[in-house]
């Protein structure tokens, strides 16, 4: 099965919202299935986490505190199962 380039943009479009789990039952379905055909996405979600966990390590530092709720939307590291791409 080939990659539609409009899933492509479409799942580009909405790496981060997928990672934060703001996308519904189906748009994360969507994206899963996408994900596990499309190696350049499936490495954008995982750069997109890397970047969420990277920035609240930052909270704190040069003291500057960010509100207490910020990262409450973000799941933790790891607790969501990733799609992995066929052939990864």
Same mark, same amino acid.
């Given at each position: 099965?080939? $990659?539609?380039?409009?899933? =492509?943009?479409?799942?580009? #479009? =909405?790496?981060? &919202?997928?990672?934060?789990?703001?996308?519904? %039952? /189906?748009? #994360?379905?969507?994206?899963?299935? &996408?994900? /596990?055909?499309?190696?350049?996405?499936?490495?954008?979600?995982?750069?997109? #986490?890397?970047?969420?966990?990277?920035?609240?390590? *930052?909270?704190?530092?040069?003291? %500057?505190?960010?509100?207490?709720? $910020?990262?409450?939307? *973000?799941?933790?590291?790891?607790?969501?199962?990733?799609?992995?791409?066929?052939?990864?």
């Amino acid at each position: 099965m080939g $990659i539609g380039r409009d899933d =492509h943009q479409w799942s580009q #479009r =909405h790496l981060s &919202h997928y990672v934060e789990g703001d996308l519904r %039952v /189906r748009p #994360r379905h969507r994206l899963d299935r &996408h994900a /596990r055909d499309c190696v350049d996405c499936w490495r954008g979600i995982r750069a997109m #986490r890397a970047l969420v966990y990277a920035a609240q390590g *930052l909270d704190g530092l040069a003291g %500057v505190r960010a509100p207490a709720t $910020i990262f409450d939307r *973000l799941r933790p590291a790891g607790a969501s199962g990733s799609p992995s791409p066929r052939g990864a």
